[in-house]
């Protein structure tokens, strides 16, 4: 099985999400996504909108599809299926994003991003 590192190695993003409302994440091809995106707008406090193509491009290639999109709660909020082409239109609720940063103000508990540099 094949995991997309872009999921699950995402640290980098943490110091910039105070201003963020939204992350696009890209496709990937394996079931465990869904549970990945939702760890990612829950640590991040963002809307995650996963585009992912779908349908056999060639003999050797063919794309997973669904498209999700998740709350800052890690609510799933739209999604497109597997198998056909699909468009999902997603309210952005910035109120629920403000009350949601507000009753767990995360990005206040976070230390420096010096922390993290990697050092010689």
């Given at each position: ?21 939204f ?57 497109c ?6 468009l ?10 403000r ?22």
């Amino acid at each position: 099985m094949c995991v997309c590192m872009h999921l699950l190695f995402f640290i980098s993003v943490f110091v910039c999400v105070t201003v963020c409302v939204f992350l696009h994440m890209p496709s990937c091809g394996v079931c465990i996504r869904q549970v990945l995106l939702r760890a990612r707008a829950i640590e991040t406090q963002c809307f995650v909108l996963a585009a992912a193509q779908v349908g056999r491009h060639h003999a050797h290639r063919a794309s997973y599809g669904h498209a999700l999109a998740v709350d800052p709660w890690g609510e799933l909020v739209g999604r497109c299926g597997g198998a056909e082409p699909g468009l999902a239109l997603v309210e952005i609720d910035l109120q629920k994003l403000r009350s949601v940063r507000r009753d767990m103000p995360v990005q206040q508990h976070r230390r420096e991003h010096s922390l993290y540099d990697c050092q010689d």
